[in-house]
């Protein structure tokens, strides 16, 4: 399955068309952007994609009264039952963006990570998850879904805990070999992505991509 056939599963949604997140998605590409202007980016691309994934939630028409007459609105009944999953460390930025759009949205926090390539071992070593209902949105956010192994890991961790209505995984920057993973082990949940790039290289890293987008934020940690 290529891009193109990617993009056109009904269980991806690519904002490639947005040029406004497409803006942001290169500024962070770029290799001298600074840590400070890396953390906003992916702020601004978790507001951002926050606004553009709205489009997909349910709603209810309610009665308003302007100061002028009655008439008709929205609320988006969704946005109380979203809960959000925070993969430490690089999704901190990203997943405060969502939470400027959806601001009583319950929190999860899970720890985990690749080891280095070719085994590239998945560890999850912290999982603290909101208790939760069979009505709730879980969005699970990372800037980058690479082979997805980490990712589908999760999801099972998730999926342990109940039946929900959505999951839907979130990211900037998408390996096609990751979302096939996905799709592949979970028919039941949802991509949103940024953008689809070209492929992982041998070491399991995006390419064009952005490099190791934790270290990009917060900088390379201590090797002990």
């Not at 988006?76 to 969502?98: Q, T």
């Amino acid at each position: 399955m290529g891009i193109e056939d990617l993009e056109r599963d009904s269980r991806v949604i690519s904002y490639k068309q947005n040029l406004a997140i497409q803006e942001l998605v290169d500024e962070l590409r770029d290799k001298e952007t600074d840590p400070i202007i890396f953390r906003k980016g992916l702020n601004k691309l978790g507001r951002y994609m926050g606004y553009e994934l709205s489009k997909t939630f349910d709603y209810t028409v309610i009665d308003i009264n302007t100061p002028v007459c009655p008439t008709k609105g929205v609320r988006i009944s969704d946005k109380d039952n979203l809960v959000m999953i925070n993969i430490l460390r690089a999704a901190i930025p990203f997943i405060e963006g969502f939470y400027k759009v959806f601001p009583k949205a319950r929190a999860g926090i899970i720890s985990a990570w690749r080891g280095p390539a070719p085994e590239s071992r998945i560890s999850v070593e912290y999982v603290k998850v909101p208790k939760t209902t069979k009505d709730d949105i879980i969005m699970i956010g990372d800037p980058m879904l690479a082979t997805g192994h980490t990712i589908s890991r999760i999801i099972d961790e998730i999926k342990s805990r109940g039946d929900f209505k959505r999951i839907i995984v979130v990211a900037v920057i998408s390996a096609p070999e990751g979302i096939r993973e996905i799709l592949a082990k979970h028919k039941d949940v949802e991509v949103v992505t940024a953008v689809i790039d070209e492929k992982l290289n041998e070491m399991n890293y995006i390419v064009p991509g952005l490099g190791d987008a934790g270290d990009r934020c917060f900088g390379e940690p201590t090797k002990k």
